[in-house]
């Protein structure tokens, strides 16, 4: 199965993204800022980035243009997860070389879809994810975006 690095500042948003991927079956690695993610990028090697924007140190524009940069990484599949959902943030975020984009809080769903989507070609067919878990962790996520 692949491995997902998760480059997001705040500690609740981590855990409920790896316990999504988790229960998916992914491997997961976790960084807590920008320059953290591009030390564990080149660490761990990882199939996608699920990268935060709004992060301390450095922030996902800039983690971004040092992927794309690099021609080892530039590859490397990024899915922008984060809070940044004004109009026109979408485009720009997709526009920035992310190849894809989920709004927090994060769907279950939406986020099973993004992945098939972008480690298919590594992959092959996707495996069924164990549906009761992921519908508990989307309760959650929902909950969780309520300010519960």
Do not use: W
Not at 81 to 86: G, I, K, L, P, S
Not at 104 to 110: E, I, L, M, Q, T
Request: glycine share 8%.
């Amino acid at each position: 199965m692949s491995k997902v690095l998760i480059a997001e500042d705040n500690a609740v948003n981590r855990e409920l993204l790896r316990e999504l991927l988790e229960a998916r079956g992914y491997t997961v690695v976790e960084a807590c800022d920008g320059q953290a993610a591009l030390h564990m990028i080149e660490q761990t090697q990882p199939d996608l980035l699920l990268l935060d924007i709004g992060m301390p140190v450095m922030d996902g524009f800039g983690v971004m243009r040092k992927i794309r940069e690099n021609p080892r990484l530039a590859t490397l599949p990024v899915l922008a997860v984060t809070a940044y959902a004004m109009q026109g943030d979408r485009e720009k975020i997709l526009n920035s070389g992310f190849n894809g984009y989920l709004s927090k809080p994060v769907n279950a769903r939406s986020l099973a879809q993004e992945l098939d989507r972008l480690l298919i070609k590594q992959e092959g067919p996707s495996t069924s994810p164990d549906q009761s878990r992921e519908s508990q962790l989307d309760t959650r996520t929902r909950a969780a975006g309520k300010g519960k």
